[in-house]
Each structure stands twice: as structure tokens, then as C-alpha cells.
């Protein structure tokens, strides 16, 4: 089946960069779209959604941007702290379908003090 | 605080035997449940669709026999893992909505460790 991926599994950066996660998805039906960061040994935590008729959303900190055309997904953290560590995943789905969320294969991003 | 619960959070169990993980949505009624897997350093997988009161859905490659699932009312929903193994041995983490469209919630996980 169709699913979503990820372009670089592991992303380090200096506290204070900005950084920036990737994701490709391939199911082109697929029109709610969320962010999730993940600690060790813990449940998937919220980030941030878009859903397919937008483009861009800005949270505290984080922006999403979708670009439907080429089905590229990214997050955008700004002032990266330490505190940010931790495995990122996106995660798509048909929103009114009542379908499970598919999970891309996760970024490990690293952040230096 | 969480609106999705797992139990047990951990739990040990040999070979051979049968364990049951709880997911419990605490704030809503869930007509649909979910339920992944993810082994060390990879992906939330999905195993099932755990549907109130109706047989389950499993993914391809997931066996039915061996992964029950049961929905018996609208806040829980249970995975039993049977004849456990090492190779069983992953994070199990439930999901739910109220309904199609709603938010998600994600339960804590269950960690599964089989000697």
C-alpha cells in the first residue's frame, strides 16, 4: 500500500538554529496531514496539522507547509532547543474517513547546546 | 492530562504465554480504535483497526489469531498478544477519536517484553 516517507533520517543542529524536517507522501487522496515528535519510550505527541486545503500553518515556533503538487511536507522549527530532541514523524490520512493515521518513517533530530 | 490510557505501561511476560494491553479513551466515546507497533528505532506501523462492537481489521501481514482484538464498549479496546514471543517483544500504542474528523489522541504505549 501506499505510504508516507521521509527524506533524511537524522537531523543535528546548534541550539538556536533553525531547522528543518522533510517528508514525501505518495497517497495523493490523503488531505489531513500532522506532525508528531516522539521522545524515548513515549507515545507520539501532537506537533502541529494542515489540512489539504491549505498551505502553510504556523504554530508557537514551528511552521508546517505543504506542497500538494509535488506532495512534499515540512517542518520548520525555529530557535531550536534542546529540549527538541527527539524523533519526528509526519502522519496522513483521509480526515472524514475514520482511517487510521499512516506514519512516515521518522527524522532523529539532534540539537547541541 | 491524557485522554487515552494504555495498561500496563510495561510488562514482562515469558515465552509461551498470553498478555492483554488496555486502551482506554477517558474524555469520549470511541466508536474506532487503532493499533500500532513500532520496534526500536523504526515507525509507528499499523496492526489493526479495532471497531466497537465488530470484528476487527488487521493490516497485511498481521495475524488475527495471534493479535486478538476486542471492542467491547466505546472506551475500550483490547489487544491480547497469544503465545507470546521474543520477536513480539515492541512498543504497542493505541490511538482514537470521537469520530472521523476529530482530533487523534495517542495513548502513551505499552511497552512488551517476552523472555
Known amino acids: 500500500g501506499e505510504s508516507v516517507g521521509l527524506h533524511l533520517p537524522t537531523l543535528s543542529v546548534q541550539e538556536g538554529d533553525n531547522s528543518i524536517i522533510n517528508c514525501a507522501y505518495s497517497?495523493?487522496?490523503?488531505?489531513?496531514f500532522i506532525w508528531y515528535k516522539q521522545e524515548s519510550g513515549k507515545g507520539p505527541q501532537f506537533i502541529i496539522d494542515i489540512r489539504s486545503n491549505m498551505d502553510k500553518r504556523q504554530g508557537q515556533r514551528v511552521t508546517v507547509l505543504l506542497n500538494k503538487t509535488v506532495k512534499h511536507l515540512s517542518l520548520q522549527i525555529a530557535a531550536t532547543q534542546p529540549g527538541d530532541s527527539a524523533v519526528y514523524f509526519c502522519?496522513?490520512?483521509?480526515?472524514?474517513?475514520?482511517?487510521?493515521?499512516?506514519f512516515g518513517k521518522g527524522t532523529t533530530l539532534s540539537v547541541s547546546s | 492530562g491524557a485522554v487515552v490510557s494504555q495498561h500496563p505501561s510495561r510488562v514482562i511476560c515469558k515465552s509461551g504465554t498470553s498478555v492483554k494491553i488496555e486502551c482506554r479513551s477517558l474524555d469520549f466515546q470511541a466508536t474506532t480504535m487503532f493499533w500500532y507497533r513500532q520496534f526500536p528505532k523504526q515507525s509507528l506501523m499499523l496492526m489493526a483497526t479495532?471497531?466497537?462492537?465488530?470484528?476487527?481489521?488487521?493490516e497485511q501481514g498481521v495475524e488475527k489469531d495471534k493479535f486478538l482484538i476486542n471492542h467491547a464498549s466505546l472506551t475500550l479496546s483490547t489487544l491480547t498478544v497469544t503465545s507470546a514471543h521474543p520477536e513480539d517483544s515492541s512498543f504497542y500504542i493505541c490511538?482514537?477519536?470521537?469520530?472521523?474528523?476529530?482530533?487523534?489522541?495517542f495513548g502513551e504505549g505499552s511497552w512488551l517484553t517476552v523472555v
Open positions: 497517497n495523493s487522496a490523503s488531505d489531513y
Open positions: 479495532s471497531n466497537e462492537g465488530s470484528k476487527a481489521t488487521y
Open positions: 490511538s482514537a477519536s470521537a469520530q472521523p474528523g476529530n482530533t487523534i489522541y
Open positions: 502522519a496522513e490520512n483521509i480526515d472524514q474517513a475514520g482511517t487510521a493515521l499512516i
